[in-house]
């Protein structure tokens, strides 16, 4: 059971930065794997940035280069610092922790109750 946190979004004119954070509990979250997906309106959802334990990470094209995700396992955080924010960012933004449970037979997947982003002059 992992429950998952998050704070951060808000309205940012293109070109500026926020820094997105996912504080879990209930579970420590260092075995997981930690991924930031958004979803715009008319849009599926969309994975953005993904974090594996061993401290790997993978981005997708739109947003190689402009954003940062990382983890502080010490304090079961991860964060998304977005640098270089343009219209085409905005979205709803949702942290996910997943493992694979072998009770389960499958993965456990968690996640977060979402943080507008809105990039707009």
């Known amino acids: 059971q992992v429950q998952l946190m998050e704070s951060g979004g808000g309205f940012v004119q293109p070109g500026g930065s926020l820094r997105l954070s996912c504080v879990a509990s209930g579970s420590n979250c260092s075995t997981y794997v930690m991924s930031w997906f958004r979803q715009a309106p008319a849009q599926q959802r969309e994975l953005v940035a993904t974090i594996r334990s061993g401290g790997s990470t993978d981005y997708s094209d739109s947003v190689k280069g402009r954003f940062t995700i990382s983890r502080d396992n010490a304090k079961n955080t991860v964060y998304l610092q977005m640098n270089n924010l343009t219209p085409g960012d905005t979205a709803e933004y949702y942290c996910?922790?997943?493992?694979?449970?072998?009770?389960?037979?499958?993965?456990?997947?968690?996640w977060g109750q979402g943080t507008q982003v809105t990039v707009s002059s």
């Open positions: 996910n922790a997943q493992k694979f449970s072998y009770s389960f037979n499958g993965d456990l997947n968690y």
